[in-house]
């Protein structure tokens, strides 16, 4: 395995890689995994025209935090990142900055990199996010949220993965229990199709600009990515663990989203909620495999 410096789509990184697979990681952006390839062809989405672009915070104590928000605005970053749920304790609707647009700290150890947030000054809580290169190839990704406050909080870990577009998502579900987010949130359209099963798979397929969202519980702890490139099919697999019986925001331990303003789809892993004391921490662990079909 190799790591170095380099430039990320623009923005000052490191690049990972083994064999025909490589990530590119910007940890002063939110500590994203901006970059799998495979045999050279990008798999992830990344914004056209915001290249080496880092959004500007400002330090120390903020006097309107809410304000600050909303001049801000929801941006679209692109990549793999994390997030914290559930979404509704999101201040202004938009996602916590420091955890999402922070400058994280980047140590590497012989075989892995791990980015650590600021502490962030909405939520009192820290991610850290650490990537390693498996024998054969596979890389694990650990996401872990530390509670740097003073007082419990009930939070959960969604791992968040802007996908090029087109491709398929496979679940390991029946299409009954993957439900769209249309009758749940006024804010999405009519997707105008339902999830297909195949195999004991339930398929979503991301093609074009048609915006919509499904997400549910799953039998077991999988998902695949099956996407064309110039070089053929390629398939991005992971793997992760699940918790039957325990809470999960939006009722959903995976979640698909296609954006119609832009060429992208999402596939979220989600852990499930969880009372973290202050000094605790919550983990959620993955495996994926990337390989040509």
Known sequence: MNIASAQVHGW??????????????????????????????????????????????????????????????????????????????????????????????????????????????????????????????????VETLRNKGLVPVTRGIWNVTQIARPFDVFIPAEAKAIRSYYEEDPTLPDPGFSPFEKDGWVVIPCRNDVCFKFGGPVREGRAAVIKPTDEGMVVFARAFDIAAGKPYAHRSMIEVFNASRYPYGELEVHAPLAVIPPGGDVSLSQLWRVYGA
């Not at 914004?47 to 001049?71: I, M, N, S, T």
């Open 12 to 141: 000052p990184g490191v690049v990972m890689s083994r064999g025909d697979i490589s990530l590119g990681l910007v940890p002063d952006l939110g500590g994203r995994i901006m970059s799998l390839c495979f045999r050279g062809q990008e798999l992830f989405y990344v914004p056209a025209g915001q290249a080496g672009e880092f959004p500007a915070l400002p330090e120390g104590k903020v006097a309107d935090l809410a304000a600050l928000k909303r001049a801000f605005g929801f941006r679209i970053f692109g990549g793999d990142k994390t997030w914290v749920a559930p979404e509704a304790a999101w201040m202004e609707k938009i996602p916590p900055l420091d955890l999402d647009a922070g400058r994280y700290i980047l140590k590497q150890e012989k075989d892995a990199c791990v980015m650590t947030s600021p502490v962030c000054r909405e939520t009192g809580l820290q991610v850290v996010r650490r990537v390693a290169f498996l024998e054969g190839g596979d890389i694990a990704l």
